[in-house]
């Protein structure tokens, strides 16, 4: 039973989340293994939080690393209002990108206010990327390339040039991040190969 909308008591927030499946990532290239931001915004959480326990467990670090997994759930809230643009686009010039950057700011900002307003303080500094302290916006950074440079070595373990170019810019990315993040370096070096096995090969003891 489809119950009636209205707008005067329901909040539209949580159907706004719940679209994220419906947006593709990669939407100008082919992949073996198509993405939606939902599916991403989930993993790039993993990684965020494990990257913080890491940080927090070897290298002195005082995250709260529910904090940084839960800021990475909502980092792409605002393609649920306009769609993934895909970053040569959104890049093409430096006049375009702020443009873009406004773009999506004024679309967290709708997010946010389709909350109910007593709410709206609590999740000002998750949804609206400006307002994320810089040390978790850091750490959610890294685990959006991290996750995209996973995606790009697993289409190239599938035989798809399209990533090629992909994995190459991410990978010099990910050289300068982890000069200044030795938990990126660490998730590298114990987690990465292993991401791009095989079920068998996972499997077999």
Not at 65 to 80: F, G, K, P, Q, W
Not at 118 to 129: G, M, N, Y
Not at 146 to 167: Q, R, S
Request: overall charge negative; glycine content about 0%.
């Amino acid at each position: 039973m489809t119950l009636p909308f209205d707008k005067n008591n329901q909040s539209t927030f949580l159907a706004w989340m719940f679209r994220m499946p419906l947006i593709k990532r990669w939407s100008l290239m082919f992949c073996v293994k198509p993405e939606n931001i939902a599916e991403h915004s989930h993993q790039v959480a993993i990684v965020a939080h494990l990257l913080a326990v890491i940080k927090n467990k070897k290298f002195n670090g005082d995250i709260n690393a529910d904090r940084v997994a839960t800021i990475a759930l909502y980092h792409e809230a605002s393609e649920t209002r306009y769609g993934d643009i895909v970053n040569p686009t959104k890049y093409a010039n430096a006049e375009i990108a702020r443009e873009f950057k406004k773009i999506e700011y004024l679309a967290e900002k709708e997010c946010l206010s389709a909350l109910p307003e007593e709410f709206q303080a609590l999740f000002s500094d998750i949804i609206v990327q400006d307002n994320v302290e810089i040390r978790y916006k850091e750490i959610v950074k890294a685990a959006d390339i991290l996750v995209a440079y996973i995606k790009a070595l697993d289409e190239l373990n599938h035989n798809n040039p399209e990533f090629v170019h992909v994995e190459e810019k991410l990978a010099e990315k990910l050289t300068s991040i982890r000069t200044t993040m030795p938990e990126v370096q660490y998730f590298m070096d114990i987690f990465l190969q292993a991401c791009s096995t095989t079920v068998d090969k996972l499997s077999k003891r």
